[in-house]
Nanobody, 122 residues
Framework: QVQLVESGGGLVQAGGSLRLSCAAS????????MGWYRQAPGQLRQMVAV???????NYADSVKGRFTIIRDNAKNTVYLQMDSLKPEDTAVYFC????????????????WGQGTQVMVSS
């Protein structure tokens, strides 16, 4: 059974930084694509960033230039370095993994973590 465990969330002031981690356990060899979504109160879950086994990345426009997604294939871990944080970045951040990129973008497919809370104060 595959599990994704997130860590690194917390409270930070605007302009600060946080680093989220997502460690995958189990049969992770099929996880070609790993990344992060976020969900703010009362809003839909939104894609933040995704990275493939080969290193290709994609970011939401709202985080480009501020967030960096990094993958350590040997450790089956993906990181989200978040810099220049804004209050509008406040959300629960979810790690997600999938074999196919279309599945990663599909809400009903792939494997989800339990989420970690990020709060940015103004």
């Amino acid at each position: 059974q595959v599990q994704l465990v997130e860590s690194g969330g917390g409270l930070v002031q605007a302009g600060g930084s946080l680093r989220l981690s997502c460690a995958a356990s189990g049969s992770t060899s099929r996880f070609n694509h790993m990344g992060w979504y976020r969900q703010a109160p009362g809003q839909l879950r939104q894609m933040v960033a995704v990275i493939s086994t080969g290193g290709g990345t994609n970011y939401a426009d709202s985080v480009k230039g501020r967030f960096t997604i990094i993958r350590d294939n040997a450790k089956n871990t993906v990181y989200l370095q978040m810099d220049s944080l804004k209050p509008e970045d406040t959300a629960v951040y979810f790690c997600k993994a999938a074999m196919y990129l279309t599945n990663w973008y599909s809400p009903a497919a792939g494997v989800w973590g339990q989420g970690t809370q990020v709060m940015v104060s103004s």
